[in-house]
């Protein structure tokens, strides 16, 4: 059964900081990763989409990379500013058509 | 616009009640999700249906039914069975590679 991980559960950068978030997952047939963006209290908004057959995708300051040999993917945030504080969330969809399976979510936190 | 609409935004219900979520889009999507989500956790998905009249259990399906009478609505019931009920709700759905998640349903059950 498909597993998708986010390392860590928890981050705290003082602004201007470039950071990388982790997702890893067991299985790596996928079929596509996205990364979502949540504001506490609040619903999804989609960051990124990563189909199978690429490597990465950009977006801003944002930065999404798979590798699916190695079961993993990353978001890269440059020049982190207060207003990217949220919790960010790794999902994928292991066929075309079947509901995304999502990690636990990096709750990043970055002080002014 | 089109989109995804749960209604209401907020929900409270007393203990032993069942009460419907409301699910509508208007994406002209196939499928259709309910997914469950509680205080640090990821989403969970809760039951699915990939076309009109036919839906299937996710990871954590007790407690809980659905419907897909009609491409457009997915409504989720929880019942009185549901244990845990408090939570907070979202529905998606999806075509091909498009993936869309409304905005959620906070249930408190008193």
């Known amino acids: 059964k498909q597993e998708v991980t986010q390392i860590p559960a928890a981050l705290s950068v003082p602004e201007g900081e470039n950071l990388v978030l982790n997702c890893s997952f067991t299985d790596s047939a996928i079929y596509n990763l996205q990364w979502f963006r949540q504001d506490p209290g609040k619903g999804l908004t989609s960051l990124l989409l990563i189909q199978s057959s690429q490597r990465e995708q950009t977006s801003g300051r944002l930065n999404a990379s798979l590798d699916k040999s190695s079961g993993r993917s990353t978001l890269y945030i440059a020049a982190s500013q207060p207003g990217d504080s949220a919790t960010y969330l790794c999902a994928l969809a292991n066929q075309a058509g079947t509901a995304l399976i999502f990690g636990k979510g990096t709750t990043l936190s970055v002080s002014s | 616009d089109g989109g995804i609409t749960q209604s209401p935004k907020y929900l409270f219900r007393k203990e032993g009640q069942n009460v419907t979520l409301s699910c509508e889009q208007n994406l002209n999507h196939d499928a259709m999700y309910w997914y469950r989500q509680d205080p640090g956790q990821g989403l969970r998905l809760i039951y699915y249906?990939?076309?009109?009249?036919?839906?299937q259990k996710g990871d954590i399906a007790e407690g809980y039914s659905v419907s897909r009478e009609k491409k457009e609505s997915f409504p989720l019931t929880v019942t009185s069975a549901q244990k845990n009920p408090t939570a907070f709700y979202l529905c998606a759905s999806s075509i091909g590679d498009t993936f869309g998640i409304g905005p959620g349903t906070r249930l408190t059950v008193l």
């Open positions: 249906s990939q076309i009109v009249n036919d839906f």
